[in-house]
């Protein structure tokens, strides 16, 4: 028999998650990986631990939260320019966008400070931003990029669109080569889990579902994707990249769905979201997934090997979390069968 292949991150023993203040009894196995990365990361970079709400005592201290103070300094960021970059898009937003700013600011695990701190560089930079885009999609005929958006839709609760008020994490426009304009939608996630949105309004169920009819998106009918709730929020983004194609917003457009690949729950949705779509055909948008592991060599492949290094350090080097549980393990005394055996008969009644 082949020897059996371990999971790629550890069952994080409580009491090593207690120690650095990384205990959530909801975490998932990823998650709780990922705080811990995160609290571990804050504490190398000299930033205070921050205290979420907690009972009885009122307050407790979390190792994945930062400090007030530090928050808004900008230490969710992995640069100054990154940080002004946050505070210009929370001041700018669209009308309707969905920002919590402390959760932005003082979250290390939110996916939307992710988002920004990967992608923030392709806004100030357009030509590293067409640079990184050829790489992710290498089919597609991206000449120049106009412009990268964050927490961006092409419009909430339009009739013509999906009737909703979904967005993306993350978007850009772009020039082919023959003029016309495409679209790219992002959404990234970290620790999350796949999201379980409420069922669409009748109305938006039904426009949903002449998008996806219209385009021959799904081998099922959009109802039957629509009534999975973890695949509801990727059926929707879809759907609205699909309608402003549709509509005329642009000649092409693409959706990708960025998260770590060890993010199981993520990613198995991912492969069952896909397996619901057709081949792709003339007109219909493609899915793609891509792990923040290839983001991250993408982003280094664009010569960006410090902001490359940088992400890997604070979203996906997991060898940290490997080092303190392996350390945890071998502080603990060695107690052998015997001295266990000899123990029990001691205390056991004749």
Not at 22 to 42: E, K, N
Not at 49 to 72: N, W, Y
Not at 191 to 214: G, V
Request: charge should be positive; aromatic fraction near 6%; proline fraction near 8%.
């Amino acid at each position: 028999m082949p020897p059996l292949t371990p999971l790629p991150l550890p069952i994080i023993p409580r009491p090593l998650l207690r120690r650095h203040h990384c205990f959530v009894a909801s975490d998932t196995r990823f998650r709780s990986a990922a705080r811990l990365l995160q609290a571990q990361w804050r504490d190398g970079a000299g930033l205070r631990a921050g205290t979420v709400p907690s009972r009885p005592s009122g307050h407790r201290r979390l190792g994945s939260m930062l400090a007030q103070a530090d928050a808004e300094a900008g230490g969710n960021f992995l640069t100054p320019d990154l940080a002004r970059l946050a505070r210009h898009e929370v001041a700018y937003r669209q009308p309707g966008a969905l920002v919590h700013v402390q959760r932005l600011l003082r979250n290390t695990l939110t996916s939307q400070a992710l988002a920004i701190n990967a992608f923030g560089p392709t806004k100030l930079n357009l030509t590293l931003a067409r640079s990184l885009f050829r790489l992710l999609l290498p089919r597609a005929d991206i000449a120049e990029i106009h412009g990268v958006h964050f927490e961006y839709s092409p419009g909430r609760d339009q009739a013509e669109l999906t009737h909703d008020r979904s967005a993306f994490d993350v978007a850009a426009t772009y020039r082919r080569s023959d003029g016309a304009n495409g679209f790219i939608g992002i959404e990234v996630k970290y620790s999350e889990i796949p999201a379980s949105d409420p069922l669409p309004a009748p109305l938006a169920l039904a426009r949903l579902s002449d998008i996806a009819e219209e385009a021959g998106l799904y081998t099922t009918p959009a109802k039957t994707v629509l009534a999975k709730p973890d695949l509801r929020q990727l059926c929707r983004e879809h759907l609205l990249a699909q309608a402003g194609l549709i509509r005329g917003d642009w000649a092409e457009a693409h959706f990708i769905l960025v998260a770590p690949r060890d993010n199981h729950l993520i990613v198995e949705a991912a492969r069952r979201y896909a397996a619901h779509l057709s081949p792709t055909l003339p007109g219909a948008v493609p899915f793609s997934f891509i792990t923040l592991e290839q983001l991250i060599g993408a982003i280094h492949e664009t010569g960006e090997r410090e902001h490359a290094a940088a992400l890997h350090r604070r979203y996906t080097d997991f060898s940290v979390v490997d080092r303190l549980v392996s350390a945890d393990i071998a502080a603990i005394p060695a107690v052998s069968i015997r001295q266990v055996a000899r123990t029990r008969a001691a205390i056991s009644p004749p």
